[in-house]
């Protein structure tokens, strides 16, 4: 029985989720709402604090860039050592994070760069023990339904928390409104911590190779494909994870106008994200991946007629709508691929970080773009528009190097 395959025969059969896989995605959705109660709100606080763009880019950026070391850094102890610890130690930083926020108040800007090293640190350690638990509990039987299930609760926590900390916001007006929110998400963080007691120790096993990422882009034409496909999903993800809800912001001057956009927009990800976790097949990753990839780059030309809240909403539903159909499809295959053989399986751990420092290297690119395409005009809006269209474009590129490995079984070496 290869490695990260499930022991239960029932599950292999029939594709359902064991009782680790739910208790994974109670943790992950717990890690979410706490994020997304108060994650939508800190570019905005910071914005708010500095009126710099440039200040949220630079803190964006350190956030990535540490978040990929800690991954390549943390990789030893997560493979050789205990990988449960790393996730609570990851649940743990980010919520310190969000006290330090709590603590600075106003002048969390003065602070920014070590914010943004914390928050990276805290996502990095999280993120890797995730993602190897992740892929030791699923399979592809179940992998697109897991993906499903996953995108389906994040969507839930995206849609309520923000939702909630806007209104909360708004009603307890400025500084005691952001304070009560992060609050709460450090609340949250600790139960997320207490559940996580509950997943099962998992073994470790194999030393640590850490010139992993260099010998497979050296050695495999595949995983250099599959690197730069990677990547370029990242250029997309590094700015519009902070960019997006910060000019909702700016057009509305209002939280309670992001937290109903996030509302919104979110209900949409949702049922998009239950239909197409439950419905996709993995015969279909291809055309679903190359129709969800044109149509979220479609949905950013209303923006090039104005910006305001009813075009940004318009880019925010046609989104959470097709991006499933692009986001599911590729992860799912990228972890089949390190699934693919007994080696491969071994490796899991270098390869998730190998995935991870694909999208460091792609979110980097993309706000580098940010940090020099915005100051040279002035940051405009026009200027944000055509960096949103830029980036957001890339995910076609993303599926014209997966394309090939989505249309057949290909071997990982």
Request: charged share 15%; net charge positive; glycine share 10%.
């Amino acid at each position: 029985m290869g490695v990260g395959r499930s022991h239960n025969p029932d599950v292999r059969q029939t594709g359902r989720l064991d009782s680790q896989a739910v208790l994974l995605l109670s943790v992950q959705t717990l890690f979410a709402i706490a994020a997304a109660l108060s994650g939508t709100f800190v570019p905005v606080y910071l914005w708010k604090a500095s009126q710099s763009y440039m200040l949220i880019g630079i803190y964006s950026l350190i956030g990535y860039v540490v978040g990929g070391i800690t991954f390549w850094l943390a990789g030893k102890w997560v493979k050789e050592h205990n990988k449960m610890n790393s996730l609570r130690l990851g649940i743990m930083l980010s919520g310190v994070f969000y006290f330090l926020v709590l603590l600075f108040g106003q002048q969390a800007t003065k602070y920014y760069v070590p914010l943004g090293i914390l928050n990276g640190l805290g996502q990095g350690f999280y993120w890797l023990a995730y993602n190897v638990v992740y892929f030791e509990i699923t399979e592809p039987g179940n992998r697109d339904k897991y993906n499903g299930y996953a995108g389906l609760t994040g969507a839930v926590a995206s849609m309520v928390a923000p939702w909630v900390s806007g209104l909360l916001i708004t009603w307890y007006g400025g500084s005691r409104g952001y304070s009560f929110i992060f609050t709460i998400s450090l609340v949250v963080f600790g139960i997320c911590a207490v559940f996580s007691f509950w997943l099962k120790k998992r073994k470790a096993g194999g030393t640590y190779n850490w010139l992993h990422t260099y010998e497979q882009l050296k050695e495999s034409p595949l995983w250099r494909r599959l690197f730069l496909a990677i990547a370029a999903q990242g250029v997309r993800e590094g700015v519009f994870m902070f960019l997006i809800g910060l000019t909702v912001y700016i057009a509305t001057k209002e939280e309670s106008k992001l937290g109903n956009y996030a509302l919104i927009t979110s209900l949409v990800a949702l049922i998009s994200n239950w239909y197409v976790g439950s419905k996709l097949k993995p015969e279909r990753r291809n055309e679903s991946m190359l129709f969800g990839a044109l149509m979220i780059s479609l949905f950013i030309l209303p923006l090039l007629w104005k910006v305001n809240y009813a075009t940004m909403l318009v880019l925010g539903i046609g989104t959470a709508f097709f991006y499933p159909l692009y986001i599911i499809p590729m992860t799912s295959r990228v972890f089949d691929m390190i699934g693919m053989s007994e080696q491969s399986a071994r490796e899991r751990e270098e390869y998730i970080i190998m995935r991870e420092l694909a999208l460091t290297a792609g979110r980097t690119v993309g706000v580098a773009a940010y940090l020099l395409v915005l100051p040279a005009y002035h940051f405009s809006t026009q200027a944000v528009v055509w960096l949103l269209f830029g980036v957001g474009i890339v995910p076609i590129a993303a599926w014209l190097l997966m394309s090939p490995l989505l249309e057949r079984r290909v071997a990982p070496h």
